[in-house]
């Protein structure tokens, strides 16, 4: 099948802003959801308890910033999203919390500079499933590296693989049941849908060996369950 381009998405993400608004629930089509969140941004605070800059890649309505700015409420935040709709509503809400700057910037990671040893931490959740062949992730990876400071850390949470493919399937089907639990069948039907239509994600070993291969000095796992992970890197 044709994936999607970063117009389709951008599309679709522009008219789901309200879904990714929630706190208290983080995405409900993603496991562990607030859980996810709170390690990932728990980690960053207890590797860069003094951060100055976060850059959100993929913030949407800015979910994980929030959840930063909880924790350390002086950040100065960087957010990247496609979507319009998305990065205005991460700016009002990032902007009520923060004593420190706030800068939006739209578009393509793949595409953006992000300038050189800027930020303290770097988070992505749920964005780099978007990305395509092994040379694009490693120039996404690289330009992470490179924009982060000695000692400041990446942090990811995301739709994962897994290298063999009966595991893939045993975890395809155990998010299958989750989603069915949840919302029924065509509730189930209808996320399968557009995963198969936009996303490619890739294993946590393949990310982990990625981070270690473009520089970082150490990688970590923060959560693992079903098709969804938390993990990050340290440079
Ligand atoms: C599933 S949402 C997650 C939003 C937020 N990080 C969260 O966890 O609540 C994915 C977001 O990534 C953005 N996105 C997807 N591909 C992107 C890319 N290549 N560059 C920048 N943003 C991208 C989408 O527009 C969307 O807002």
């Given at each position: 099948m044709k994936k999607s381009t970063p117009d389709e998405i951008r599309e679709r993400f522009d008219k789901d802003v309200d879904r990714f608004s929630n706190l208290e629930t983080g995405q409900k089509a993603t496991i562990d959801a607030t859980l996810q969140m709170d390690l990932v941004t728990s980690s960053a605070y207890y590797v860069n308890k003094n951060a100055k800059k976060i850059l959100d890649i993929g913030c949407g309505a800015g979910n994980y910033t929030v959840k930063l700015l909880q924790k350390i409420s002086?950040?100065?935040?960087?957010?990247?999203?496609?979507?319009?709709?998305?990065?205005?509503?991460?700016?009002?809400?990032?902007?009520?919390?923060?004593?420190?700057?706030?800068?939006?910037?739209?578009?393509?990671?793949?595409?953006?500079?992000?300038?050189?040893?800027?930020?303290?931490?770097?988070?992505?959740?749920?964005?780099?499933?978007?990305?395509?062949?092994?040379?694009?992730?490693?120039?996404?990876?690289?330009?992470?590296?490179?924009?982060?400071?000695?000692?400041?850390?990446?942090?990811?949470?995301?739709?994962?693989?897994?290298?063999?493919?009966?595991?893939?399937?045993?975890?395809?089907?155990?998010?299958?049941?989750?989603?069915?639990?949840?919302?029924?069948?065509?509730?189930?039907?209808?996320?399968?849908?557009?995963?198969?239509k936009e996303d490619t994600p890739r294993s946590i070993t393949f990310q982990l060996e990625l981070m270690k291969d473009v520089g970082f000095r150490k990688i970590d796992i923060l959560h693992k369950n079903s098709v969804f992970g938390s993990f990050g890197a340290i440079k």
């Open positions: 002086t950040l100065d935040c960087t957010l990247l999203d496609l979507s319009l709709p998305m990065l205005k509503q991460a700016e009002k809400r990032v902007k009520e919390l923060t004593s420190g700057q706030v800068r939006t910037i739209q578009g393509d990671i793949r595409e953006i500079d992000v300038g050189q040893e800027k930020y303290d931490i770097v988070i992505s959740a749920a964005v780099l499933h978007h990305l395509r062949e092994p040379t694009e992730w490693k120039s996404v990876f690289e330009k992470i590296y490179d924009s982060l400071v000695p000692g400041g850390s990446f942090w990811v949470f995301d739709l994962v693989s897994q290298e063999d493919d009966q595991i893939q399937k045993m975890n395809m089907d155990r998010y299958g049941n989750y989603l069915t639990s949840e919302g029924g069948k065509s509730y189930k039907d209808h996320v399968f849908d557009y995963i198969e």
